[in-house]
């Protein structure tokens, strides 16, 4: 009885070391608590390898040694599904940049496009692209984009234009531009600005402005008439084209132009109801031919005395077939082509006329009357020539030349070196024309046909003298006829 206890003591102790020698596994889950491993020299919490295993248990992790940085640890989410636990953020960054997703992930970046500076102290510095001026505001700006320097500016609300006056954030009118109206019954007893009121008479229908400070002068109406004694100064002229004189002459009278389109200063004082000839008058130069006579001596023609020449034709006269039966010199030319007829006035050689050089003065005009008896194969010049030159010489005068290709009467001009051509807009007939040559400045001649547009020609020679020449030649074996009726002349005297 006594002997069993030690046996059973040492079997007891004989099977508690070998359960000892044997166990090499401790179970931390059931076995530790508050287990403190800061003192341990290695700890690896997780299992590792170069892939993820094919299966886990939710709460599972495993380090992947060949995943790239920041994507190594993993956790089973579910069961089998592996989950990276974490993401580090990308190295660069630096003061001021942001971390923000790009195509490769999390990467920082420094605010760009229309903003700049810091996160905590952005500045906007443009808008969709456009630069905004650093320029400081004031009190009622506005921000306006600048075309010029490509920017946005702070500039104020409103800026003045004509008239308009701008001050601060006050609006108003330029009076110096910009008319002020008053009205009222009876004439203006109000102060005034000169340039700037005006007043509406509505009783009478009077409008008056303000010519001087404080004095008001009342505005013509159109329908006003008012004697010569109420016309104290100003410039006399008509609505189409006022005057074309500077100069008046005392004791003259005023006529309209040749042309009607202006006043002038006649070159005679007024009697009889109208413009009286004064044939002591020195200053003016009057000739007037009709061509009523003709010397069959000397062949002299009209008046004054023309002198003719033909190739092969004659001259003379014809009745115009009108109830008047007045009569008219005609030209005729010879029947073989290059034949030719003309009459001229006043020439002395090469180098003189009557009239002198009419490119060195001007305040004369001369009219012609005229018509061609053909406009086939025909050239024809009227107006003015070298003096006893021929058609072709220095001249200014209506030409109509089919070996030109002319269809239409042509003005021309030619002052031995330069010549002119223009078209005077009336294609040639064979009717009755009047062509008015004249000059109101040295050095020009104005041509008008029939009362039409004035055209102003320059290539006049100042030196040579001209003389007045009716000429026509026959391009074909062929007579032509031109006509003359009438040739006045009006200038001044020449010495």
């Known amino acids: 009885m006594k002997g069993k206890p030690v046996l059973i003591l040492l079997n007891a102790w004989v099977a508690g070391s070998m359960s000892l020698v044997g166990q090499t596994q401790v179970d931390l889950g059931r076995q530790a608590r508050n287990v403190d491993f800061t003192a341990a020299q290695l700890t690896k919490p997780f299992r590792t390898g170069t892939g993820l295993p094919g299966t886990c248990s939710v709460g599972e992790a495993f380090f992947n040694t060949a995943a790239p940085t920041g994507k190594k640890l993993h956790v089973c989410v579910a069961p089998n599904t592996w989950a990276i636990a974490g993401e580090e953020l990308p190295s660069g960054g630096a003061a001021g940049d942001v971390l923000s997703v790009g195509a490769a992930g999390l990467e920082w970046k420094r605010p760009g496009g229309d903003v700049g500076g810091s996160v905590e102290s952005l500045t906007v510095r443009a808008i969709q692209g456009r630069r905004v001026s650093e320029g ?18 702070p500039r104020i609300a409103h800026e003045a234009g004509m008239g308009v006056l701008v001050s601060g954030n006050q609006i108003g009118i330029d009076g110096a531009l910009v008319p ?3 009205r009222g019954l009876g004439s203006p007893g109000l102060s005034c600005l000169a340039g700037r009121d005006y007043y509406v008479d509505i009783s009478n229908e009077d409008l008056y402005y303000c010519g001087a400070d404080g004095i008001w002068r009342l505005v013509s109406k159109g329908d006003h008439r008012h004697t010569a004694e109420d016309i104290e100064g100003g410039v006399l002229g008509l609505a189409r084209g006022g005057t074309n004189q500077a ?22 004082p007024c009697g009889g109801g109208g413009q009286a000839f004064d044939p002591v008058d020195q200053t003016v130069h009057w000739l007037r031919e009709e061509f009523t006579t003709r010397n069959a001596t000397n062949n002299q023609i009209g008046t004054h005395g023309w002198a003719s020449s033909c190739s092969g034709g004659s001259i003379g006269y014809v009745s115009t077939g009108s109830q008047y039966n007045r009569t008219y010199i005609q030209l005729a030319t010879g029947a073989t082509s290059g034949n030719w007829c003309r009459i001229s006035l006043g020439g002395s050689g090469t180098t003189a006329s009557a009239f002198g050089a009419l490119g060195a003065y001007s305040g004369w005009v001369s009219v012609f009357r005229f018509a061609l008896s053909s406009i086939t194969n025909t050239s024809a010049y009227v107006g003015w020539v070298r003096a006893e030159g021929s058609p072709t010489d220095q001249r200014c005068v209506l030409a109509y030349d089919t070996t030109q290709g002319d269809t239409y009467f042509m003005f021309e001009c030619y002052d031995g070196t330069n010549t002119e051509r223009v078209s005077s807009g009336v294609l040639a007939d064979t009717a009755w024309h009047t062509l008015r040559i004249w000059s109101e400045t040295t050095g020009q001649v104005k041509f008008s046909l029939d009362g039409g547009t004035a055209a102003t020609l320059s290539a006049v020679s100042q030196t040579v003298a001209k003389e007045p020449r009716f000429h026509v030649i026959t391009r074909e074996n062929a007579a032509k006829q031109l006509k003359g009726y009438r040739f006045l002349f009006k200038g001044p005297y020449v010495e």
Not at 248 to 258: E, I, L, M, T, Y
Request: aromatic share 10%; with cysteine.
């Open 247 to 268: 100069n008046w002459v005392a004791g003259r009278c005023v006529q309209v132009s040749g042309d009607g389109t202006r006043l002038e200063s006649a070159s005679a």
């Open 180 to 182: 002020i109206y008053q």
């Open 136 to 153: 400081g505001a004031a009190e009622g700006d506005v921000l306006t984009w600048s075309e010029v320097r490509g920017q946005w500016e």
